[in-house]
Nanobody
């Protein structure tokens, strides 16, 4: 059974930082492209960042580029999202996702999803 479990969310003031973590189990982690998505109330789920199977390639949404870094540790079966200079508009539930693919996808067509972790940024 595949499980993706996010952690690290919370309440932070604008300008602050958070590091999200996603622990994967039940899959051959190194065979999966990983992504972080977010969904704010009343909004569609949107791509935040993605990382290739080896970690050699990354992609970011324009809205977070320069403030966010995605990384992965294949030995630990974890993917991370370091978020700095947080803004109130970053407030959302953040989801980790896995896709059996060579390529990073910005679409929500991932194979597995976590339950999400809430990030709230106060002004």
């Amino acid at each position: 059974q595949v499980q993706l479990v996010e952690s690290g969310g919370g309440l932070v003031q604008a300008g602050g930082s958070l590091r999200l973590s996603c622990a994967a189990s039940g899959l051959t982690f190194g065979s999966y492209t990983m992504g972080w998505f977010r969904q704010a109330p009343g909004e569609e789920r949107e791509f935040v960042a993605g990382i290739s199977r080896s970690g050699g390639n990354t992609e970011y949404a324009d809205s977070v580029k320069g403030r966010v870094t995605i990384s992965r540790d294949n030995a630990a079966r974890r993917v991370y999202l370091q978020m700095n200079s947080l803004k109130p508009e970053d407030t959302a539930v953040y989801y980790c996702a896995a896709k059996l693919s060579w390529f990073i996808s910005r679409l929500t067509n991932y194979d597995y999803w976590g339950q999400g972790t809430q990030v709230t940024v106060s002004s």
